[in-house]
């Protein structure tokens, strides 16, 4: 079975994924680090003219936005929801299906009129869960989430520059990390960081050979399990299968 050895370490400005191979240290092609932040519309003033905002505020978890930059025609993007919710000249609230994947891993989508899009998982939804293991290459790592909203943006005619992440669940957390490889990989946790989550994605996924057990696409992981400044091996029940951790953290100022 193929093993990596992944470190979360603290550097000044930001967490940074190190792959140590050969006693040589470089950045790991199998994990992704993202920033998370806050949606900017989503301030108490604009929440005054609207009812979306609280809605959101109340059911979503991890979220993925973006701005087009401009007006957006809401008759466009109508056409990419498969459920409207709520609709009105100022916005669309609703559910859109996820490329690639049924309609059982639809996300809920949300689009204004002056240019934002957001779409999101119920706060349930272990942020693991949102893995897109359909685009995975053994490389770089995406999610669900942004596959939704990149669809999005493209059926609204929106100029879309990426994603940003924010978890509704963890206001203070400031980053989420991704890790997968295929096999296993070992990691250490540092416990400089706040951890907000700890969750996994994978069938039969095994930490420390303590032989977790079911047939699942993700679940969360307790503190219990992942104790910092130790090593922890995360494995699938094959060698040929992929697993991924997922950490939402905080960085300390």
Request: hydrophobic share 40%; charged share 15%; glycine share 8%.
């Amino acid at each position: 079975m193929k093993t990596r050895v992944f470190w979360l370490l603290v550097c000044p400005a930001a967490a940074v994924l190190l792959l140590l191979t050969l006693g040589l240290f470089k950045t790991s092609q199998h994990g992704s680090t993202f920033r998370l932040q806050a949606p900017p519309f989503m301030s108490a003033a604009w929440a005054q003219e609207t009812p979306a905002p609280s809605v959101i505020e109340k059911e979503a978890g991890l979220c993925a936005y973006c701005s087009a930059g401009a007006p957006i025609k809401l008759s466009a993007a109508r056409n990419a929801f498969r459920t409207i919710e709520t609709e009105t000249p100022e916005y669309i609230l609703g559910s859109v299906p996820v490329p690639g994947y049924g309609n059982n891993w639809d996300a809920h989508a949300y689009v204004s009129r002056d240019g934002w899009i957001l779409v999101y998982y119920l706060k349930d939804m272990p942020a693991a869960g949102t893995i897109d293991w359909n685009t995975y290459t053994g490389k770089g790592i995406g999610t669900k989430l942004e596959n939704a909203l990149a669809n999005l943006a493209a059926a609204a005619g929106a100029a879309y520059y990426g994603p940003t992440y924010y978890d509704f669940r963890y206001p203070n957390a400031t980053h989420m990390m991704i890790i997968a490889d295929e096999g296993s990989f070992d990691v250490k946790l540092t416990s400089s960081f706040g951890y907000s989550e700890l969750s996994c994605s994978g069938y039969y996924v095994d930490v420390d050979g303590r032989g977790m057990t079911g047939f699942y696409d993700y679940a969360f992981l307790t503190a219990a399990q992942l104790r910092p400044d130790v090593y922890h091996t995360i494995s699938a029940r094959y060698s040929d299968q992929s697993v991924a951790l997922v950490l939402i953290y905080r960085v300390p100022q």
